[in-house]
């Protein structure tokens, strides 16, 4: 139980477009998710927290415009990096809190973004 | 606002022994939680083992133990007979114990990655 799915896994994009990443829990339903940001052999950075239907949370140095987040539903958050540079490029990782129960948070895969 | 230090960038160790990962962490606070995680070359985030602060015995997860010292605001990790699929980084973190806005953020240090040697 308690997986989480990203998609896609790896994206490629064209400098100046948008790219969509989604984030589902699959098993269990999440009110609260997180989108990290992670350079190769670095840390993850916290870039927002995510509740379902209300704004999300950006932390200090996030630029909200930049980085859409929707959180449509209990078990979907969507992250779309809008007009989108080569700084952009990242590894990006969501992570779910089931609304009852645990205290651990459970990661997705992660998606690859890579602009041109 | 809190911090979360790892101090050792890489560590090695040899298959079947034993290596300890250091963490030291930054909170004004008295009740919160600390998390191991292991991030193999897969790159998923893998909870290794999780404490909560205000619980005075030590986590043990099979070969996986922590010291955790909260006057020193210190919290190691202890891998006994690593074994080569331990090879990783791995991450200590930090998250509030009480709800609230930051209830459930994880705030992580830099990552030590581990080697195991056959």
């Known amino acids: 139980g308690a997986v989480v799915s990203q998609h896609p896994s790896r994206v490629i994009c064209k400098s100046g477009t948008s790219v969509k990443i989604e984030c589902r829990s699959l098993?269990?339903?999440?009110?609260?998710m997180f989108w990290y940001r992670q350079f190769p052999k670095q840390s993850l950075m916290l870039m927002a927290t995510?509740?379902?239907?209300?704004?999300?949370?950006?932390e200090q140095g996030v630029e909200k415009d930049k980085f859409l987040i929707n959180h449509a539903s209990l078990t979907l958050s969507t992250l779309t990096v809008t007009s989108a540079h080569p700084e952009d490029s990242s590894f990006y990782i969501c992570?779910?809190?089931?609304?009852?129960?645990?205290?651990?948070?459970?990661f997705g895969p992660g998606t690859r973004l890579t602009v041109t | 606002a809190q911090t979360v230090t790892q101090s050792q960038p890489e560590m090695s160790v040899q298959e079947a022994e034993t290596v300890t990962l250091s963490c030291t962490y930054d909170?004004?606070?008295?009740?919160?939680?600390l998390f191991w995680y292991k991030q193999p070359p897969s790159r998923q985030m893998i909870l290794v083992i999780r404490?909560?602060?205000?619980?005075?015995q030590n986590a043990t997860e099979n070969r996986f133990s922590v010291n955790f010292q909260k006057a020193a605001k210190s919290f190691s990790l202890k891998i006994s007979d690593s074994q080569l699929g331990d090879a990783a980084m791995y991450f200590c973190a930090y998250s509030l114990y009480a709800g609230g806005t930051s209830y459930g953020k994880l705030t992580f240090g830099q990552g030590t990655i581990l080697t195991v040697h056959p």
């Open positions: 992570s779910a809190r089931p609304v009852q129960g645990q205290r651990e948070q459970y």
């Open positions: 909170t004004s606070e008295s009740d919160y939680y």
């Open positions: 995510s509740n379902e239907g209300s704004k999300a949370t950006y």
């Open positions: 404490q909560e602060a205000y619980k005075q």
């Open positions: 098993d269990f339903q999440a009110t609260t």
